[in-house]
């Protein structure tokens, strides 16, 4: 199985991001903003105390929704496509079959995640290293049932997914310059990063859809 060039990925990120630095930017403050204002609720609650419990249960949803609108954003600049930034609340205007199927499959997820790091912390890792792509696999195949979405990322990432822990390694400096800069470079960190992430998921979906589908156990 050919391994995908992840110096290569973050260069090819680099340069669709030209010319794009300033609206990616914007579009990840326009992010921290809408999540700031979903969690504010949170600080009329005291530390540790129930109402606050209860509402990060309710929370959590939002924050679903709205951080695939922030793949579904850098997804279309990975394509070369227009980025509008009502791309950011995709997850809430796609219709409720959407949403619920994006809240039904994360829960899924992470149930199988946490059995698997029950036997030991490396197979849950993973695990979810192997669930990584299912945002992208929801905005493309949105008619896809839940575990049909598991499944599909799960193969995809077979054999795949040391290289997508390489490329996480390469931004380290990244995140370390954006912590340096009391989160500031995080404006322009988050949005090579997460193209990037776009666009390791473009060439494994080519190279994927090139070969026979490799069956793994979701």
């Known amino acids: 199985m050919d391994a995908l060039d992840t110096a290569k990925i973050k260069e090819t990120a680099w340069e669709k991001l030209s010319g794009k630095w300033s609206q990616a930017a ?3 403050l326009v992010f921290l903003l809408i999540s700031i204002v979903i969690d504010i609720p949170s600080t009329f609650f005291e530390k540790d105390s129930t109402g606050k419990s209860v509402w990060n249960i309710i929370e959590t949803p ?3 929704g709205l951080d695939i609108g922030l793949y579904a954003y850098f997804l279309n600049l990975a394509r070369n496509k227009e980025t509008p930034l009502k791309r950011l609340i995709v997850g809430f205007t796609s219709g409720w079959g959407f949403y619920f199927n994006l809240i039904c499959t994360q829960i899924l997820a992470l149930l199988f995640i946490c059995l698997w790091a029950l036997l030991f912390i490396i197979p849950g890792v993973m695990k979810a290293f192997s669930y990584s792509l299912v945002y992208f696999i929801i ?3 949105p008619e896809y049932s839940h575990l049909e979405i598991l499944r599909k990322s799960s193969d995809m990432m077979y054999g795949h997914r040391m290289e997508l822990f390489v490329l996480c390694l390469r931004f380290i400096p990244w995140i370390l310059l954006g912590i340096v800069t009391c989160g500031i470079g995080f404006l322009w960190a988050c949005p090579y990063i997460t193209t990037a ?3 390791f998921y473009l060439q494994l979906k080519a190279k994927y859809e090139d070969s026979p589908e490799v069956v ?3």
Request: proline share 0%.
């Open 62 to 64: 939002f924050a679903l």
């Open 26 to 28: 914007v579009a990840i």
């Open 197 to 199: 992430f776009c666009e």
């Open 139 to 141: 905005l493309d195949h």
């Open 216 to 218: 793994t156990n979701a």
